[in-house]
């Protein structure tokens, strides 16, 4: 059996994040840069009180970076107050596709 490698970097990216103590929830979605390849993105939503700032997108970016491959760390961490979720809770991650494709996020 053979296993899908970006599901296998989104697993350790989300285990490696979770066990700091900034984030709650996190969803990884792959979005091109300006050469068009598609690297990792993380939308995350801070614990309550913690603010978003420059600093502190580099250090979850070291921390990833420093405990996997560099290829898999996330080249962009978005702060955001809640992630779109499905009346089942799961998170819809083609709502989070739509911001790199010009579209809103809420829509």
Avoid: C
């Avoid at 760390?73 to 979720?85: A, D, G, Q």
């Amino acid at each position: 059996m053979q296993i899908d490698p970006t599901l296998h970097s989104t697993l350790e990216n989300y285990k490696l994040l979770t066990n700091l103590v900034v984030p709650r929830p996190i969803a990884w979605v792959g979005e091109a840069d300006e050469a068009q390849l598609v690297k990792p993105k993380a939308y995350v939503v801070l614990k309550q009180g913690v603010a978003a700032s420059p600093g502190l997108e580099e250090s979850l970016k070291q921390h990833v970076k420093s405990r996997l491959a560099p290829y898999k760390y996330p080249r962009w961490i978005e702060f955001v107050s809640e992630l779109p979720k499905t009346a089942t809770g799961k998170i819809q991650r083609f709502k989070l596709r739509r911001p790199a494709l010009g579209k809103s996020f809420d829509s």
